[in-house]
């Protein structure tokens, strides 16, 4: 669904876990113009056809997954990622292997994948390896030009898994917050390479972004989706009010 001119939101509807993904539209140049950001699972660990549902949604906006220039990943844990290879190569089979969509995720979070998440692979297979086309770093990175022109910020933002960052787009005060903030709650520290001290400073650091929408990687009971400046800020007074106490 479209929620801010050419960002469009997909909300995980399931009975299982999965990631909501985000898109950009018509923003790159050339003839694979979309940006996905976490395109979450294949199948969840319930077999729900995760990306399957997300082509159908996408769709039915209006638009093509074969036409998705560039899949990034807030992280890497594999119900952000796990769909990367496979959405990779319907693209590569859609274009008669003249277009392939680029990867980029941070050179930490890639580490990490490899390292001491790589137990995913046991279970999912060699189907959810990949390879990252370039590697995010804190600051601006834009696409495109003219019009069409997509500037936003990636925002190192540890705690939740190693590497993880979040993404700022300032020309609408969109925060996307992957498993950082959730309405109502936060990411896991449990994980892996979750560190709570590391958690808190990131939620600050968030805090400090003029926002006015706050798309998470996961809903919650409180909702998928916030909308207006008063309320994202008092998601982080209520987040540092109830949760840093315990994180
Ligand atoms: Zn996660």
């Known amino acids: 669904m479209q929620l801010i001119d050419n960002l469009y939101g997909y909300p995980w509807m399931g009975m299982g876990n999965n990631c909501n993904s985000y898109f950009f539209a018509n923003v790159l140049p050339g003839n694979n113009p979309h940006i996905i950001i976490d395109p979450g699972h294949t199948a969840n660990e319930m077999g729900e056809p995760c990306l399957d549902n997300l082509i159908t949604a996408i769709k039915?906006?209006?638009?093509?997954?074969?036409?998705?220039g560039l899949i990034i990943n807030t992280h890497t844990h594999i119900d952000h990622y796990q769909s990367n290879r496979g959405l990779q190569q319907m693209i590569e089979k859609a274009s008669n292997e003249s277009n392939k969509p680029q990867i980029a995720l941070s050179k930490e979070a890639d580490e990490y994948r490899l390292g001491s998440g790589a137990r995913w692979i046991?279970?999912?297979?060699?189907?959810?390896?990949?390879?990252?086309?370039?590697?995010?770093?804190?600051?601006?990175?834009?696409?495109?030009?003219?019009e069409n022109k997509l500037d936003l910020e990636i925002i190192d933002t540890p705690g939740h898994g190693p590497g993880?960052?979040?993404?700022?787009?300032?020309k609408n005060k969109v925060l996307i917050t992957g498993d950082i903030v959730f309405i109502g709650s936060v990411g896991r520290t449990d994980l892996p390479g979750g560190d709570g001290n590391m958690l808190k400073a990131s939620?600050?650091?968030?805090?400090?972004?003029?926002?006015?929408?706050?798309?998470?990687?996961?809903?919650?009971?409180?909702?998928?989706?916030?909308?207006?400046?008063?309320?994202?800020?008092q998601n982080f007074s209520f987040i540092k009010t109830n949760y840093f106490p315990i994180i």
Not at 208 to 224: C, F, M, Q, R
């Open 60 to 68: 039915t906006d209006g638009f093509d997954v074969s036409d998705i």
């Open 122 to 146: 046991e279970q999912y297979g060699d189907s959810i390896k990949f390879e990252p086309d370039f590697y995010l770093t804190e600051g601006p990175l834009s696409f495109g030009e003219g």
């Open 164 to 170: 993880h960052v979040c993404i700022y787009w300032p």
């Open 203 to 233: 939620i600050e650091k968030l805090s400090t972004y003029d926002t006015e929408y706050i798309l998470p990687g996961h809903a919650t009971e409180y909702g998928g989706m916030l909308k207006g400046k008063e309320n994202a800020l």
